[in-house]
C-alpha cells in the first residue's frame, strides 16, 4: 500500500478518535442541562447525519440496495446505532466522562468474541487471559466510583453496564455485518443505516421534539448539539470507514485508546471529573487486558494482515 494512503489512513483514524473523545465531554455537558432527552438527541443525530448523507450521495456513484440488503440493514442500524447511541447517550447521564472511556475501550475484545463466533476467528488462551484483566479493571473501577465519597461527580453501576451494553451492540454491529458493510461504499450504507434509525428513532421521540421548551437553548448548547451532528456523528462515520480500508483493524483500533486520554484531559481541565489513584489503576488494568489481546493474534493473523 502507498505510504501516502498509510498516511491518510492514521490521519483519519487519529481524528476520528479525537472527535469521539471530545463527544463524551460534549454529551456530557448536554446532560448536565436537563433539557435534552437521550432519544431527543439521538433523534436529531439521526435526521442531521441522514440528511447530511443523502445530500452527499446526490454527488457519489449510485448504488442499487436490494430488499434483502435493506433487511440487514434494519438490523445493524439497530445495533450499531440505536440501541449503541441510545445506551450511550442514558450513560453518560449517570457516569463521569473518564469512567465512560475507560469502559469503552474493551470494545475491541468484545469485538474479538463476536468474530470468534460469527466469523470463527481463533480465540487463545492469551486472549482470555487479557479479557479477565480488562475485565478486573471495570469491576475495580464500579467499586471505586461507589465508594470515592471525595468525588465530586460519580458514576454509577447502572451507568458503567450501560456503556459495556454499548460496547457489546456496537461489538455485535461489527462483528456480525463485516461483510454487507463491505459490499457498498460508506455513503450509500450509511445514507440507508441513518434513515432506518431514523424511521425507528422518531415514533419514540416525537413527543420530547414537540414537548422541547427551545427557548431555553443557549448559544453554547446549540454549539454543542452542533458538534454532536456535524462532527461526532457525519465526520466522524465518514473517518472511520476511510481509516478501515487503508489501515490493518488492529491498527484502527488501537487509536480507540485516545478516546479515555482526551476525555480525561479535557474533563479534568475543564473541571468535569477528577483524576483519582483507583481510576488510574483501573484504566491500566484495562489497557494491559486489552494490550495482551491484541498481542495474541496468530502467527498465520499476522502474517495474513502484514501490509
Known amino acids: 500500500m502507498k505510504s501516502k494512503d498509510l498516511i491518510l489512513g492514521h490521519l483519519a483514524s487519529f481524528f476520528a478518535y479525537v472527535i469521539f473523545g471530545v463527544n463524551t465531554i460534549v454529551c456530557k455537558d448536554i446532560a448536565n442541562c436537563h433539557l435534552l432527552s437521550p432519544m431527543f438527541l439521538f433523534c436529531i443525530r439521526s435526521v442531521g447525519a441522514a440528511t447530511l448523507f443523502w445530500i452527499i450521495s446526490i454527488f457519489t456513484p449510485k448504488e442499487k440496495v436490494p430488499l434483502r440488503d435493506l433487511c440487514g440493514i434494519f438490523i445493524a442500524s439497530m445495533l450499531g446505532l440505536f440501541l449503541t447511541q441510545i445506551s450511550f447517550l442514558k450513560a453518560i447521564t449517570i457516569t463521569t466522562p473518564m469512567d465512560a472511556t475507560i469502559v469503552a475501550t474493551m470494545t475491541p475484545i468484545m469485538t474479538m468474541f463476536v468474530s470468534a463466533i460469527f466469523l470463527k476467528e481463533p480465540i487463545t488462551l492469551k486472549k482470555v487471559g487479557g479479557v479477565l484483566i480488562s475485565f478486573s479493571g471495570v469491576i475495580f473501577l464500579i467499586f471505586n466510583s461507589v465508594y470515592d465519597s471525595g468525588a465530586v461527580d460519580k458514576s454509577t453501576p447502572l451507568g458503567i453496564a450501560l456503556m459495556i451494553l454499548n460496547g457489546l451492540f456496537f461489538a455485535l454491529y461489527l462483528g456480525i455485518f463485516r461483510p454487507l458493510i463491505s459490499r457498498y461504499n460508506v ?18 421521540g416525537a413527543s420530547d421534539i414537540v414537548s422541547t421548551n427551545y427557548s431555553q437553548f443557549t448559544p453554547k448548547l446549540m454549539l454543542d448539539i452542533g458538534f454532536l451532528v ?44 477528577t483524576l483519582s489513584f483507583g481510576k488510574i489503576v483501573a484504566a491500566a488494568m484495562v489497557f494491559v487486558g486489552v494490550g495482551v ?11 495474513k494482515n502484514t501490509d
Open 187 to 204: 455513503v450509500t450504507f450509511m445514507k440507508w443505516m441513518f434513515t432506518v434509525s431514523m424511521i425507528a428513532a422518531l415514533p419514540f
Open 230 to 273: 456535524v462532527f461526532a456523528t457525519f465526520i466522524s462515520y465518514f473517518l472511520i470507514p476511510f481509516g478501515q480500508k487503508r489501515l490493518r483493524p488492529t491498527l484502527v483500533g488501537m487509536y480507540s485508546y485516545l478516546q479515555p486520554v482526551i476525555a480525561a484531559c479535557v474533563s479534568i481541565y475543564i473541571g468535569m471529573d
Open 293 to 303: 489481546v491484541n498481542n495474541s493474534k496468530a502467527r498465520a493473523d499476522a502474517d
